[in-house]
């Protein structure tokens, strides 16, 4: 069964961190690219950070770079999603995401919450 997982999750103080883990199977996870995705109450879901397959390129939201780090172990099946210097805006539910055989695959989302 292909599978998405985040995990990582939680209450956090403005200016704290977390780590969010993305646990995938199913399918060749070393051969695709991912992404994280949040979503805000009452926004729609916006793209936070992505990875190529390998690992050696990543890209960021502009509300996130220099705080967050997109990472990846392919010898354990996850993806990461380090991030530093929390904001009241991060407050969202946050997704990992593929497209595997067409198909636009999520997990069910972890909860980050900022508090000020």
């Known amino acids: 069964q292909v599978q998405l997982v985040e995990s990582g999750g939680g209450l956090v103080q403005a200016g704290g961190s977390l780590r969010l883990s993305c646990a995938a199977s199913?399918?060749?996870?070393?051969?695709?690219?991912m992404g994280w995705f949040r979503q805000a109450p009452g926004k729609e879901r916006e793209f936070v950070a992505g990875i190529t397959w390998s690992g050696d390129s990543t890209r960021y939201a502009d509300s996130v770079k220099g705080r967050f780090t997109v990472s990846r172990d392919n010898a354990k099946n996850t993806m990461y999603l380090q991030m530093n210097d929390l904001k009241p805006e991060d407050t969202a539910v946050y997704y990992c995401?593929?497209?595997?055989?067409?198909?636009?695959?999520w997990g069910q989302g972890t909860q980050v919450t900022v508090s000020s």
């Open positions: 995401n593929t497209v595997y055989r067409t198909q636009n695959l």
């Open positions: 199913g399918f060749p996870f070393s051969s695709f690219g």
